[in-house]
C-alpha cells in the first residue's frame, strides 16, 4: 500500500512561491489502478515524482509498503527506484543509439542483475510487449509507438509492484495508444499497482479510480464508474 500524509512539494519561480503538491493524503491499494488527471501544471508529474522517489517532499509523508520513502538514505532511495518502481514517461527516456535489447538490460545492469540472467529476462519483457524481432535494432530508427513500449519494457523487467506511468500515451496516436493502454491493463491483471497520469477521459476510464488535482489539490477522488466529467 502507497499512503500519502499531508504531502506538500512547493517551488520557488523567481519570486514566486508555486504550490506544486500541497497537502495531498491519500492511499493507494495493492494492485489497485488508479488515473490522476486534471489541468496542465495542476501537479500530477509533480505527485508522480514524489511517489517514484525522483523528488524530494518539502513536508508530509510518503509510505510504501510500510516504508516511509522520505525519510530513506540515497542508497535506499537508489534501491527503492530501481526494484519497487517502474517509471514511464511521455518523453520515453531512452538512449536513441542503443539497441532495444541494450536499452532494456541497462535497468537490469544497473538492480546488479548477473549477467547470466539477463538475456531471458530481457527477451522476456520484449516479447510481452511485442518487440521481440527488434531487439538488436536501434531505437532511434523505431516508431514513437515501439519506443515507448521498449520504455514499458525497461519500466517492467525488474518485476516491480508499482508502475508510474506519467502521459505515456501524451505524444502516440490513438492506435498506438491503445496498445500502451493494453499492456497496463494486462499488467494491473497480473498483479501491479498502477498509477497513470492522462488526459484522455477514456484511458482514465480504464483506472478502478480516477483522482482529480487542481492547484495541486485533490478535488475529486472516486471509482471511475461514477466519474463524470
Ligand atoms: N522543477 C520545477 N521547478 C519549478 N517549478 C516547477 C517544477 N516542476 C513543476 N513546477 C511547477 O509546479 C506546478 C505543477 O507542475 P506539474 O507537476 O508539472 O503539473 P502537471 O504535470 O499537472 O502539468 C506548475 O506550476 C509548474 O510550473
Ligand atoms: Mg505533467
Do not use: W
Request: overall charge neutral; hydrophobic content about 40%; aromatic content about 4%.
Amino acid at each position: 500500500m502507497i499512503v500519502l500524509d499531508n504531502v506538500c512539494r512547493t517551488f520557488r519561480i523567481g519570486e514566486e512561491l508555486v504550490k506544486a503538491v500541497d497537502h495531498i493524503s491519500l492511499k493507494i491499494n495493492d494492485n489497485e489502478f488508479v488515473a490522476v488527471v486534471g489541468r496542465s501544471g495542476s501537479g500530477k508529474s509533480t505527485l508522480m515524482n514524489l511517489i517514484g522517489a525522483l523528488d524530494h517532499v518539502d513536508s508530509g509523508s510518503i509510505i510504501v509498503n510500510g516504508t516511509d520513502i522520505t525519510k530513506l538514505n540515497n542508497r535506499d532511495l537508489a534501491e527503492y527506484r530501481l526494484k519497487s518502481t517502474g517509471f514511464i514517461f511521455q518523453a520515453f527516456h531512452l538512449e536513441p543509439l542503443y539497441t532495444v535489447y541494450d536499452n532494456v538490460r541497462i535497468a537490469l545492469m544497473i538492480a546488479d542483475i548477473p549477467p547470466r540472467l539477463q538475456k531471458e529476462k530481457v527477451i522476456n519483457v520484449l516479447k510481452k510487449v511485442g518487440l521481440e524481432s527488434k531487439n538488436g535494432v536501434k531505437v532511434s530508427k523505431l516508431s514513437g509507438g515501439e519506443r515507448q513500449r521498449v520504455a514499458i519494457a525497461r519500466a517492467i523487467v525488474n518485476d516491480a509492484p508499482i508502475i508510474l506511468a506519467d502521459e505515456p500515451c501524451g505524444n502516440l496516436d490513438s492506435l498506438n495508444s491503445g496498445l500502451i493502454m493494453d499492456l497496463l491493463k494486462t499488467l494491473h491483471k497480473y498483479g501491479k499497482t498502477i498509477i497513470l497520469v492522462t488526459h484522455n477521459i477514456n484511458d482514465a476510464k480504464c483506472a478502478d479510480r480516477i483522482i482529480e488535482l487542481k492547484d495541486g489539490r485533490v478535488i475529486r477522488d472516486e471509482a471511475s464508474d461514477l466519474f463524470s466529467i
